[in-house]
C-alpha cells in the first residue's frame, strides 16, 4: 500500500492540475501552444472557443475529482510509514509523472481545438 505521505503528494499534485484546467477554461488565451508542435496563427471562432472551454473544464472536473478521491484515501486508507523509493526521489517521481500527465492533457485538448478550427475553416470554403 502506498504511504500516506505519497498520496498526500500524488492528490496534492493532480488538484493542482484540475485547478489550472479550470482556470485555462475560463482564460482560452493561456494555452500551451509549443506542446502542439507550432503557434496558433488563426483565432480560434466563437464555436470552438466555446467547444474549447467546455472540454477545458471537464478534464478540469476530472483531475479534480481525481485528485480529491486520492486525497481522501490518504486520509482514510495511507500506510503510516514508507515510501516509493525515498522522500526526495518520491518528490521529483510524482512531480515528472503527473507532469507527463498534464502536458498528455494539454496535447489532448489543443489537438481536438485544432481539429474544430480545421473543420469550421473547411466549412467556411
Known amino acids: 500500500m502506498l504511504s ?3 498520496l498526500t503528494l500524488l492528490g ?3 488538484t493542482a492540475g484540475g485547478l489550472a484546467f479550470l482556470r485555462q477554461g475560463k482564460s482560452p488565451h493561456l494555452n500551451v ?11 480560434l471562432p466563437a464555436e470552438s472557443q466555446k467547444q474549447h472551454a467546455r472540454s477545458t473544464a ?4 476530472r483531475w479534480l475529482t481525481v485528485g480529491a478521491l486520492t486525497l481522501f484515501m490518504a ?8 515510501y516509493l523509493f525515498g ?14 500527465c498534464w502536458a ?5 485538448i489543443n489537438q481536438a481545438a485544432n481539429r474544430s478550427t480545421r473543420v469550421f475553416l ?3 470554403h
Open 4 to 6: 500516506t505521505y505519497d
Open 12 to 14: 496534492s499534485l493532480v
Open 33 to 43: 501552444h509549443w506542446l502542439a508542435g507550432r503557434t496558433r496563427t488563426i483565432e
Open 58 to 61: 471537464l478534464a478540469g472536473a
Open 75 to 82: 486520509c482514510v486508507h495511507g500506510a503510516k510509514e514508507g
Open 87 to 100: 522522500p526526495w526521489t518520491d518528490v521529483i517521481f510524482h512531480l515528472v509523472f503527473v507532469s507527463t
Open 104 to 108: 498528455t492533457t494539454v496535447y489532448r
Open 122 to 124: 473547411d466549412r467556411q
